[in-house]
């Protein structure tokens, strides 16, 4: 039986939402990023983000709809991210799908955001088999995670401390290169020499990350170069940076899926998104003969539609959420 479902995501500084039918095709995906309020700040300022979910929620839930071409009337299902994330930001899309679910009496479903960063795979791969390894990095999380089922899941490595959208951001920030960080430091990478300085990976015995050396690191050559007078070229330092993070993201997840014995490995969350880790994951799997699926560029970044596609399989199993459901900034996987 068709199933439409409206998916709301506003765990942070983008107020989404998107209309989805079957769970993998996605009639619209309606993505207001806050980035231009917080600019000006360096970061999201918690409290200014859940003002502007609240003033522009609505509008936004409006225009997905109309992109869809449905009406209220149609939604069988309203799915929700509930954390983890910001709590006053999360509250707005938590409280907007409880007043749709209590107005239409349809189901309403609760979702994980990394949970959905993980389905954002579903969506370009609906055959997707189990089980697979996921590379989830994004603002908040560095994970590997083994899915051995639809809402089954194992995480077999994480973050000790940064996460590698943070380092990336933290850097971008030293450089002067602004808000949000990794996507800038993308772009002047590219022009840069990955080998120009040599900064520490840090390799730990198992499964888990660690960033925070390497950011210190960072920023401990920055000071140097200040107190000497010495200009630095900073695309040569964006470059030997991203490949000190994304050398480590990708031997990491070769070596897991290889001891784990994986025929299949995707990635998901914001740092996804990056050009360098893209290509050099891809190219290492290849040689390895492991498939290897990649969410397109504005499905990596916080959106809705990962979120309708977590919610369908949620819906499928019956895991619905009731009315009382309330945002957990903290939620774990
Ligand atoms: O998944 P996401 O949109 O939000 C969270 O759930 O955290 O991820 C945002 C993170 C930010 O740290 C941002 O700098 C990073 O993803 N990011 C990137 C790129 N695009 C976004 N990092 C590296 N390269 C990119 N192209
Ligand atoms: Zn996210």
Redesign the pocket.
Do not use: L, M, R
């Given at each position: 039986m068709e199933k439409i479902i409206l998916a709301l995501e506003t765990?942070?500084d983008?107020t989404s939402a998107a209309v989805l039918k079957n769970g993998n095709i996605v009639l619209s995906n309606i993505i207001s990023s806050q980035i231009p309020v917080h600019q000006k700040f360096g970061g999201v300022v918690p409290e200014i983000a859940s003002r502007k979910h609240v003033e522009i929620i609505n509008g936004v839930i409006a225009e997905a709809l109309e992109k869809a071409g449905i009406t209220f009337r149609d939604i069988d299902a309203v799915a929700v991210t509930y954390g983890p994330g910001l709590v006053g930001a999360l509250l707005v899309g938590v409280t907007a799908a409880k007043a749709v679910a209590y107005a239409l009496n349809v189901p309403l479903i609760g979702v994980n955001?990394i949970e959905g960063?993980i389905y954002a795979n579903f969506l370009v791969e609906p055959g997707l088999s189990f089980p697979f390894l996921c590379l989830v990095v994004?603002?908040?999380?560095t994970e590997l995670v083994l899915l051995k089922d639809h809402g089954v899941y194992e995480v077999i490595g994480r973050t000790r401390d940064d996460a590698a959208?943070?380092a990336?951001?933290k850097v971008a920030r030293a450089l002067g290169l602004g808000y949000?960080?990794?996507?800038l430091?993308?772009k002047l990478a590219a022009a840069g020499n990955p080998a120009a300085v040599e900064f520490p990976r840090a390799y730990l015995e198992n499964y888990d990350f660690s960033f925070s050396g390497l950011k210190s690191s960072v920023l401990n050559y920055l000071n140097r170069a200040a107190q000497k007078g010495e200009k630095i070229n900073k695309a040569d330092l964006a470059a030997s940076f991203q490949r000190a993070v994304t050398d480590v993201l990708i031997d990491k997840t070769v070596m897991a899926a290889r001891e784990l014995g994986v025929k299949t490995v995707v990635m998901a969350?914001?740092?996804a998104?990056?050009?360098q880790l893209r290509e050099g994951l891809k190219k290492r799997l290849q040689e390895q003969g492991i498939s290897f699926f990649q969410p397109p560029i504005e499905l990596?970044?916080?959106n809705a539609a990962m979120i309708g596609c977590a919610g369908y399989y949620k819906l499928l199993r019956q895991q619905i959420a009731p009315l009382t459901l309330n945002a957990v900034p903290g939620l774990k996987l």
């Open positions: 765990s942070c983008e955001h960063h994004s603002g908040g999380h959208g943070e990336f951001d949000p960080g990794g996507p430091i993308d969350g914001g740092v998104a990056n050009k990596c970044t916080d």
